[in-house]
C-alpha cells in the first residue's frame, strides 16, 4: 500500500500559548527565555526573527538584535498541558500517530483515500486544532517523514499546507540548502560545503559510496534523504509513566556517606536517561528498604525538568526525611513519574548557555561511551557498595512504563 504520511508543526509554539494567556502580545516582538545575559532564548516571534533573532541564540545578543523585543520568562507547565491538549485532538481523529516533541506530530493517513481522502482529513484536523485549542499550526504531506517535515517549512511561509505529489519527492527536495535535509548539523554542513556540496541537488547527484566515506554509516542514510527516500515508519506514541532504578547491598549498610553517593549515582543516571529520551518528569520518589524488609516511599511534586542539579537536591532531602539512622538499610530506590514528552532536554527558562553547554557535553560522553562515564564525585563510590537493579543496562528499554515502586 502507497504510504501518505502527514507532518503537523505548531508555529512558534511557545510564543502561541503565551499570546493565548494575553492577547495584548498579539503583533509584538517576543523572546522566551531566562532574562540574564547567561540566558538563552528558547522560543522566539517572526516578529523578532525578522531581526535575525534565532532560538537557542544567547539572550544577550537576542536583545543587542531586538531591543524592542519583550522579553518572558517562559512556563514550562503551561506549555505542556497545551502540548497535551493537542495531542488529545489527534489522538480522536486520527488512526496513527507519533509524537515526536513537545509541538511536532507525524501522522500516517495511509489508506484514508478509500474513505474521506487523506487531504481532506489534514485539512480538517489543522482546523479542527487550531478552533479547539487557538494555536495555529502548518503541516506538509508527502510518502515520507523526511519529506513531510521539509514540507511543514514550507507550508509555514504559505497558506500553512503544502502537499508534494508521489513521484515529485526528489524535484521537491532538489533546490533547497543542504541544511534543509533533517539530520544534517552544523559539522556536517560545513563539511559539505568546503566540498562545494551546498544545494540538495548536489548531494543527490554525489555516488552513495563517497558520502560513505565522508560520513560513515550516517552517510548513506543522509544521501537517500537528500533523495526523497525515507522508509522509517510512524510509531504509534504511548505516553510512558516512569522510570526507575533500584540498588540492593550485598550487606545491610548504615555508611550515610555512602548511601547519599548511591543516591546521587542512580538519580543522575535516571536524569540522563529523561534527557535521552527527551523526556520531564514532575514527580520524584526515594525508595527506602530496612533490614527487617520494612519498606517506606515518600515523593514531592515539582515542576517539569530533566536537570541534575535541580532533581539531585530533591532526591537528598527525601532520603533525609525518610532515613532512620538506628536502622540498616538493604535497599534504595529512586523512580521519576508523571513523565511527559519534551522538545528541550533541559529547562531552557532558566538555565544559563553556559550549562546548557555543560548538559550537552556530558551527554554526548555518555551516548558515545556509557551513562556513567561521566558522573559526579559523590556517586563515584556506588559500584563498590552494592548490587544493581538497574532498568537501562544490556538490551533494556530506554524508558520503563509503570514500573511498580
Same mark, same amino acid.
Given at each position: 500500500?502507497?504510504?501518505?504520511?502527514?507532518?503537523?508543526d505548531?508555529?512558534?509554539?511557545?510564543?502561541?500559548?503565551?499570546?493565548?494567556r494575553?492577547?495584548k502580545?498579539?503583533g509584538? %516582538?517576543l523572546?522566551?527565555?531566562?532574562?540574564?545575559?547567561?540566558?538563552?532564548v528558547?522560543?522566539?516571534?517572526?516578529?523578532?526573527?525578522?531581526?535575525?533573532?534565532?532560538?537557542a541564540?544567547?539572550?544577550?545578543?537576542?536583545?543587542q538584535?531586538?531591543?524592542e523585543?519583550?522579553?518572558?520568562r517562559g512556563?514550562?507547565?503551561?506549555?505542556? &498541558?497545551?502540548?497535551d491538549?493537542?495531542?488529545?485532538?489527534?489522538?480522536?481523529?486520527?488512526?496513527?500517530?507519533?509524537?515526536?516533541?513537545?509541538?511536532?506530530?507525524?501522522?500516517?493517513?495511509s489508506?484514508t483515500? &478509500?474513505?474521506h481522502?487523506?487531504? &481532506?482529513?489534514?485539512?480538517e484536523?489543522?482546523?479542527?486544532i487550531?478552533?479547539?485549542?487557538?494555536?495555529?499550526?502548518?503541516?506538509?504531506?508527502?510518502t515520507?517523514?523526511?519529506?513531510?517535515?521539509?514540507?511543514?517549512?514550507?507550508?509555514?511561509?504559505?497558506a500553512?499546507?503544502w502537499y508534494?505529489?508521489?513521484?515529485t519527492?526528489?524535484?521537491?527536495?532538489?533546490?533547497?540548502?543542504?541544511?534543509?535535509?533533517?539530520?544534517?548539523?552544523?559539522?556536517?554542513?560545513h563539511?559539505?560545503?568546503s566540498?562545494?556540496?551546498?544545494?540538495?541537488?548536489?548531494?543527490?547527484e554525489?555516488?552513495?559510496?563517497l558520502?560513505?566515506?565522508?560520513?560513515?554509516?550516517?552517510?548513506?542514510l543522509?544521501?537517500?534523504?537528500a533523495?526523497?527516500?525515507?522508509?522509517s515508519?510512524?510509531?504509534?506514541?504511548?505516553?510512558r &509513566?516512569?522510570?526507575s532504578?533500584?540498588?540492593t547491598?550485598?550487606?545491610?549498610?548504615?555508611?550515610?556517606?555512602?548511601?547519599?553517593?548511591?543516591?546521587?549515582?542512580?538519580?543522575?543516571s535516571?536524569?540522563?536517561?529523561?534527557?535521552?529520551?527527551?523526556?520531564?518528569? %514532575?514527580?520524584v520518589?526515594?525508595?527506602?528498604?530496612?533490614?527487617?524488609?520494612?519498606?517506606h516511599l515518600?515523593?514531592q511534586r515539582?515542576?517539569?525538568?530533566?536537570c541534575d542539579?535541580?532533581?539531585?537536591?530533591?532526591?537528598?532531602?527525601?532520603?533525609?526525611?525518610?532515613?532512620?539512622?538506628?536502622?540498616?538499610?538493604r535497599?534504595?530506590?529512586?523512580?521519576?513519574?508523571?513523565l511527559?514528552g519534551?522538545?528541550?532536554q533541559m529547562?531552557?527558562?532558566?538555565?544559563?548557555?553556559?550549562?546548557?553547554?555543560?548538559?550537552?557535553?556530558?551527554d554526548?560522553?555518555?551516548?558515545?561511551?556509557?551513562?556513567?562515564?561521566?558522573m559526579r564525585?559523590?556517586?563515584?563510590g556506588?559500584?563498590?557498595?552494592?548490587r544493581?537493579?538497574?532498568?537501562?543496562d544490556?538490551?533494556a528499554?530506554?524508558?520503563?512504563?509503570?514500573?511498580?515502586?
Amino acid at each position: 500500500m502507497d504510504r501518505t504520511i502527514l507532518h503537523l508543526d505548531l508555529n512558534t509554539f511557545f510564543v502561541s500559548v503565551e499570546r493565548l494567556r494575553e492577547p495584548k502580545l498579539n503583533g509584538k %516582538s517576543l523572546l522566551i527565555g531566562a532574562d540574564s545575559d547567561r540566558g538563552v532564548v528558547a522560543s522566539c516571534s517572526y516578529e523578532a526573527r525578522a531581526y535575525g533573532v534565532r532560538s537557542a541564540m544567547p539572550m544577550k545578543m537576542a536583545k543587542q538584535l531586538c531591543p524592542e523585543a519583550i522579553i518572558l520568562r517562559g512556563d514550562s507547565g503551561a506549555y505542556l &498541558k497545551k502540548s497535551d491538549e493537542v495531542t488529545e485532538i489527534i489522538r480522536a481523529h486520527v488512526p496513527l500517530f507519533e509524537k515526536s516533541s513537545v509541538d511536532e506530530f507525524y501522522v500516517d493517513l495511509s489508506g484514508t483515500d &478509500k474513505f474521506h481522502g487523506s487531504r &481532506k482529513l489534514a485539512a480538517e484536523l489543522r482546523q479542527l486544532i487550531i478552533k479547539e485549542s487557538g494555536l495555529p499550526n502548518s503541516f506538509g504531506m508527502s510518502t515520507n517523514k523526511t519529506v513531510s517535515k521539509v514540507a511543514t517549512g514550507e507550508a509555514k511561509n504559505g497558506a500553512g499546507e503544502w502537499y508534494v505529489e508521489r513521484g515529485t519527492e526528489k524535484p521537491f527536495l532538489a533546490p533547497m540548502p543542504i541544511e534543509r535535509i533533517p539530520g544534517v548539523g552544523e559539522k556536517t554542513a560545513h563539511l559539505l560545503r568546503s566540498m562545494g556540496v551546498a544545494k540538495i541537488h548536489t548531494m543527490q547527484e554525489l555516488p552513495i559510496d563517497l558520502m560513505q566515506r565522508l560520513l560513515g554509516e550516517h552517510g548513506p542514510l543522509l544521501w537517500r534523504k537528500a533523495n526523497g527516500i525515507d522508509d522509517s515508519p510512524v510509531t504509534a506514541w504511548h505516553e510512558r &509513566k516512569s522510570i526507575s532504578t533500584e540498588r540492593t547491598f550485598e550487606r545491610d549498610t548504615i555508611d550515610a556517606v555512602k548511601l547519599k553517593g548511591m543516591l546521587t549515582a542512580m538519580a543522575e543516571s535516571l536524569a540522563f536517561q529523561l534527557r535521552k529520551g527527551q523526556k520531564l518528569t %514532575s514527580c520524584v520518589a526515594v525508595k527506602i528498604r530496612y533490614a527487617d524488609f520494612n519498606t517506606h516511599l515518600k515523593q514531592q511534586r515539582i515542576g517539569y525538568t530533566a536537570c541534575d542539579h535541580i532533581l539531585l537536591p530533591i532526591v537528598q532531602d527525601l532520603f533525609r526525611t525518610l532515613y532512620d539512622r538506628r536502622q540498616r538499610i538493604r535497599l534504595v530506590g529512586v523512580r521519576f513519574s508523571h513523565l511527559v514528552g519534551g522538545g528541550h532536554q533541559m529547562d531552557a527558562f532558566t538555565d544559563t548557555e553556559e550549562a546548557m553547554n555543560l548538559y550537552q557535553a556530558m551527554d554526548k560522553i555518555r551516548k558515545r561511551f556509557g551513562d556513567r562515564t561521566v558522573m559526579r564525585a559523590a556517586g563515584m563510590g556506588a559500584r563498590s557498595i552494592g548490587r544493581m537493579d538497574d532498568p537501562f543496562d544490556g538490551q533494556a528499554p530506554v524508558l520503563l512504563a509503570n514500573r511498580r515502586a
